[in-house]
């Protein structure tokens, strides 16, 4: 059997299906004859891990832990408190209002620490994993990022080592909507189009996780650049269907849940159809599972909806699945950043498993919007369209009342983490 040795950030990771996308290629690479290895800080600073995935990780898997310095604590105390705790914002980089102090820690973070906060881990890293190499070889390398500090270690091995090296993009860099938000000097943003270029240059193959960043990928380089979009795990749907609750109408969102994407026209819509009917207003539960950022929660609050929300915090990855199985209505708000359009949030492939209609705020013609539309699984509408938001949400709720919830049927097969798996096991 191949090995290969997989360099990740997160591990274990945190409930995000994106993030999530490492653990379950090394759950099925073994299928297609790779064994994974894997290379992750020791104490990383995460939002939020998630052990239950841990179950997925196959058993004797080789996994070297390192520790990592980083320069968290100054930036936690500019910011005024911890990221990790419940009921947090996602990202200060997300945060429509920005205090001084913010701003200034953006700033700093940003020009500082090229190309993020993870760089004063390469070095020791690369040092490292040469030295393992010699007695332990392998025959392919994938790096993941972001934290895009990930890519310059692999850069590094595959000019010392000459051995295959792949760099796995599940978000862009400069192309990223947030980047033009980090306050970064001209020659620092420089730094970062240097960097990025070297690691599409030097690499084999590169990853993307989405066709128009696919395409932009291989307009900047001759290293050829393969779609393999984030999925869903059959297994994760595998137990039988639980029923609807009787006596809610339920509205789900998992994962991220950032101010630059609050659907203020959905939330216009539901405290209207709140008041005008009783009934509505008993059953409507707004249930957020995941880190959502406090304007989302101000939004829905002064709109009178805040007694129909349920702010769950991080819920292990069993328990997000099942709050999707269970929704009348499952939530896709996407950020209001022109380079969004291009993105495709990890949790759309979860939604399409769950068989549940999907209702996507965002950009129409976007690469989300695609995939809905692809797998009938749903409807995306920009921000400012009132009406067909709320014939959607008037229509599911006659659904609801009268029993006749259906679920989408359509083909969604390619976006399993097995197929996926097997794409990725013939570019290794």
């Known amino acids: ?165 792949i760099a796995d993009f599940r978000d862009p860099w400069t192309e990223m909507h947030y980047f033009k938000h980090m306050g970064l000097l001209p020659w620092t943003a420089a730094r970062h189009r240097r960097m990025e270029q070297q690691v599409l240059e030097t690499a084999d193959a590169v990853i993307a996780v989405s066709a128009p960043v696919r395409d932009d990928f291989q307009a900047r380089t001759s290293t050829p650049v393969v779609l393999i979009t984030n999925g869903f795990d059959e297994e994760d749907f595998a137990v039988s269907v639980p029923e609807l609750p009787a006596g809610e109408f339920s509205l789900v969102h998992t994962g991220l849940f950032a101010s630059d994407g609050n659907p203020l026209a959905l939330w216009d819509v539901l405290a209207r159809k709140c008041a005008s009917d009783a009934n509505f207003k008993a059953q409507l539960r707004i249930r957020l599972a995941g880190k959502t950022d406090p304007e989302i929660l101000d939004a829905l609050s002064v709109r009178g909806l805040a007694a129909n929300v349920e702010n769950q915090g991080y819920q292990p990855h069993w328990k997000t699945v099942e709050l999707q199985r269970s929704a009348n209505v499952l939530l896709l708000p996407l950020r209001q950043e022109p380079e969004y359009a291009k993105a495709l949030p990890g949790k759309i492939f979860e939604y399409l498993a769950a068989r549940r209609p999907v209702l996507g705020i965002g950009q129409e013609n976007g690469a989300a919007a695609g995939v809905l539309k692809d797998a009938g699984a749903g409807v995306m509408y920009d921000w400012n369209r009132s009406e067909p938001v709320r014939n959607f949400i008037d229509s599911a709720w006659d659904r609801h009342l009268t029993g006749t919830d259906s679920a989408p049927e359509g083909d969604i097969s390619k976006y399993s983490r097995v197929a996926l798996t097997k794409q990725l096991s013939e570019l290794l």
Request: net charge positive; proline share 8%; charged share 20%.
């Open 1 to 165: 059997m191949k090995k290969v040795l997989i360099i990740t950030y997160y591990w274990p990771p945190t409930g995000g299906s994106g993030v999530q996308r490492w653990v379950k290629f090394s759950k099925y690479l073994r299928r297609f004859g790779w064994e994974p290895v894997i290379y992750t800080p020791e104490n990383p600073e995460q939002l939020a891990t998630d052990d239950s995935l841990l179950a997925d990780v196959p058993s004797g898997i080789t996994v070297l832990k390192r520790r990592i310095l980083e320069p968290y604590a100054l930036y936690r105390k500019l910011f005024g408190g911890s990221s990790a705790a419940k009921g947090e914002g996602v990202n200060p980089l997300n945060q429509q209002k920005k205090s001084f102090k913010q701003k200034l820690a953006v700033f700093l973070r940003g020009n500082l620490f090229v190309p993020d906060p993870r760089a004063g881990w390469v070095g020791p890293s690369v040092a490292y994993l040469r030295n393992y190499l010699k007695d332990n070889p392998v025959d392919a390398i994938v790096t993941t990022g972001p934290p895009h500090s990930m890519h310059l270690i692999g850069m590094r091995l595959r000019r010392i080592t000459g051995i295959r090296w």
